[in-house]
């Protein structure tokens, strides 16, 4: 398997341990993938707060690099995924809008096609027949005993007219993932939620009240760990946990890692080479489960 | 036979709300209202819950179906049994009254809030205000609302703070703020900018998927949030992250992470500056801050020109 790597803004910055850990999971399944140097960044709903037809020609270029490669396209970052999905809905369904971007685009030697590239997250290429197949013969160190509680992140889901999952509402890709795994998935209503993250400079509160609820219903739920697809959630449930009142109320805490971190320990590879210990919530008593198995 | 699982209230004879289980063979083309009906006339007449047109026009019958708030008019009884079972329960965000009905006081008090109504720019004409295809097709969706309150229901932001506006007031009020004939747009931006506005919206699209209708609030609380940029409404955490963010990928292609909290929250808001110590020391102590020195994507000169040939 072969994909153009939309990185994203954030795995190259706050959350660098996705990057390192995205590489590792490949480089451990054997999927090549060939990393966007010159796409920009997919706007994450807000350049289109400000100028729809701005965010939607950005992300037609990085569709458009991704189609001349003759490549799709693979992101590591839920908010990513929605946002050059919606470019593209809101592209292909409008030809005279397909048009008129064409045109922005033109000047840089660029054309969007539409439709030649699909643009899929890691989830969802994993949570497939191939995928599957491809993570039980690489398996080298099943997660026996560990049990995880995914937090998929609005975008992969929401509008469910452009998610990849079969009911959006009740999602299993990612339950599926950790099952192939060996571990045990922990199926908890707030998997589907938002973590509050935008909102979390403008109603700090309220935000943090989102996280809050969804990692106390994961932690009651019985999860050692949540996994997550987006590391915009990774920071609102990792790097804002210390301070997330209804948890400290309660003594709580609880791992977060990225569904590339959770694939890539289970392909053998140490907790350091994930760059787990860069988190904010020690990672510790994941090790601790599955060395009790 | 499928096993309809309903949620019960009735403050008059129980405090606490409670699941009651109905058995029923589900015919054929049957919506769930259809099945609602049928429990209620055959098995059980005091289950109480709004209902009226059934034909998704009214609003009238929204319910959570298998924990989502829906029309129960307008979805097929067959696809929403899962496991035998449909599970039948109140709106949330709002007080139940009785069993599926629920208090929509302050769902109401939202709408009023925005000022529901034109403010024109003269006295009526002798005839009707008349507006261009482009003009109506601006307010054209959020027209379709029909306030069945299946987004306030779900909206994450509601379940935590009642203070949001929410997505059907803030729908209805750019009902208002893209009329071509209202005289009041700017005032509107500016109060729709406030604490509980626009700026808190969290982005997760739940009213896009509950809305039955095309309104679809999230997508229309962004259009506010452009006519609030636009118009210079800047002066709130909301508004400096977008201009913010914008600058930051016109300069570079991508996310400056450092610059951003910080003009975000404003050089002269200590609070929020100092809202925003506790995590950046927590990352630093473990070398988790993005690159100090922020590097640009590579051909960063193509999107530069984007957004000059957009003048952004």
């Known amino acids: 398997m072969k994909f153009a790597l939309f990185t994203g803004c954030v ?161 299993h890709g990612m339950e599926d993932i950790f099952a192939a795994l060996g571990a045990t998935p922990v199926y908890y209503p707030s998997r589907v939620k938002c973590c509050g993250f935008p909102i979390i ?92 198995g | 036979m499928a096993t309809f699982k309903i949620k019960r209230y009735n403050p008059e004879k129980q405090a606490e709300p409670y699941y009651e289980e109905f058995q029923y063979d589900i015919p054929a083309g049957s919506t769930v209202l259809d099945c609602m009906n049928e429990i209620k006339w055959q098995q059980d007449g005091s289950l109480t819950f709004r209902m009226s047109c059934r034909s998704a026009i009214c609003g009238s019958c929204a319910v959570k179906v298998n924990g989502h708030a829906t029309l129960a008019c307008q ?14 329960e109140p709106l949330g965000n709002m007080k139940p009254l009785k069993d599926l009905a629920v208090d929509f006081t302050p769902f109401w008090d939202k709408i009023n809030k925005v000022t529901p109504y034109l403010q024109p720019r003269s006295a009526p004409p002798e005839k009707e205000r008349r507006q261009s295809p482009a003009e109506f097709k601006m307010i054209d969706d959020t027209s379709t609302c029909i306030m069945c309150g299946s987004c306030y229901s779900d909206c994450n932001v509601l379940e935590v703070d009642d203070n949001f506006l929410g997505p059907a007031a803030l729908a209805k009020a750019q009902r208002f703020v893209g009329d071509s004939r209202d005289s009041k747009t700017l005032e509107r931006v500016k109060q729709l900018s406030e604490y509980g506005g626009i700026w808190d919206c969290t982005h997760c699209a739940e009213c896009v998927e509950r809305c039955p209708k095309p309104a679809e609030p999230f997508y229309r609380i962004k259009e506010i949030m452009a006519v609030a940029l636009e118009k210079g409404v800047h002066d709130n955490v909301g508004a400096r992250h977008a201009i913010s963010f914008v600058n930051s990928v016109k300069h570079s292609g991508s996310l400056n992470e450092n610059k951003l909290p910080v003009e975000s929250m404003g050089f002269f808001n200590i609070k929020g500056l100092l809202e925003l110590v506790p995590v950046g020391l927590r990352m630093l102590l473990k070398r988790k801050v993005p690159p100090i020195l922020h590097k640009s994507i590579e051909n960063v000169q193509d999107v530069r020109r984007i957004f000059r040939k957009l003048n952004q």
Request: with cysteine; net charge negative; aromatic share 4%.
């Open chain 2, 75 to 88: 979805k097929q009884a067959e696809n929403m049994v899962k496991n035998d079972t449909i599970v039948l």
């Open chain 1, 11 to 171: 795995a190259k910055g706050a959350t660098r341990e996705l990057m390192v850990s995205t590489k590792r999971a490949a480089e451990g399944l054997g999927i090549e993938f060939i990393e966007m140097k010159s796409a920009a960044c997919c706007g994450a709903g807000v350049i289109s707060e400000q100028s729809p037809l701005l965010a939607d020609a950005l992300n037609a270029r990085t569709v458009a690099i991704a189609e001349a490669q003759g490549l799709d396209l693979v992101t590591i970052c839920s908010t990513c995924q929605g946002n050059l999905k919606k470019s593209e809905c809101n592209i292909d369904s409008d030809p005279e809008y397909k048009e008129q971007i064409n045109h922005i685009l033109s000047e840089g030697g660029h054309q969007y096609l539409g439709g030649k590239s699909k643009i899929k997250h890691f989830a969802n290429i994993l949570a497939t027949d191939e995928g599957m197949a491809l993570l039980k013969e690489k398996i080298k160190r099943p997660l026996k005993g560990l049990k995880v509680a995914a937090f998929y992140g609005c975008y992969v889901l929401r509008p469910s007219g452009l998610s990849d999952f079969d009911d959006p509402d009740d999602p």
């Open chain 1, 201 to 292: 400079m403008m109603n700090k509160t309220a935000s943090q009240d989102m996280s809050g609820n969804a990692l106390l219903d994961a932690i009651e739920s019985g999860a050692d760990c949540v996994v997550t697809g987006c590391p915009l959630c990774h920071l609102s449930l990792d790097s804002y946990q210390p301070e997330i009142e209804k948890l400290k109320k309660k003594g709580y805490s609880i791992p977060i890692l990225h569904l590339s971190q959770l694939v890539a320990l289970a392909l053998g590879y140490t907790p350091k080479e994930l760059d787990m210990d860069k988190h904010i919530v020690s990672t510790l008593k994941i090790e601790e489960r599955l060395a009790r």
